[in-house]
């Protein structure tokens, strides 16, 4: 049986394989950026990870949450910089 955390991270990994693909192999004819794709699919598991952290973390854990978040903003604006 798989353990409940394996299955939460399993479904955001998979939603963002799904994105990566459609967007690689959607046809527009967009530079590479596998690696800002990398990039924001590893942002977004970090996020997730934070989210179902233990709360109690003197206020760091939100920190952290915020950083990543202004993160995974700026590589999605990368992303759509470099498309131009």
Known sequence: ????RQTRVA???AAALVAVAISFFGGAA????GHMWAAKTALNNALHQLQVAEPDKAGHRDQA?????QAITQVQQ??????R
């Open 11 to 13: 479904v955001p990994m």
């Open 78 to 83: 990368g992303i759509a910089a470099g498309a």
């Open 30 to 33: 967009f530079g590479y950026q």
């Open 1 to 4: 049986m798989q353990h409940p």
């Open 65 to 69: 949450i915020g950083l990543v978040n």
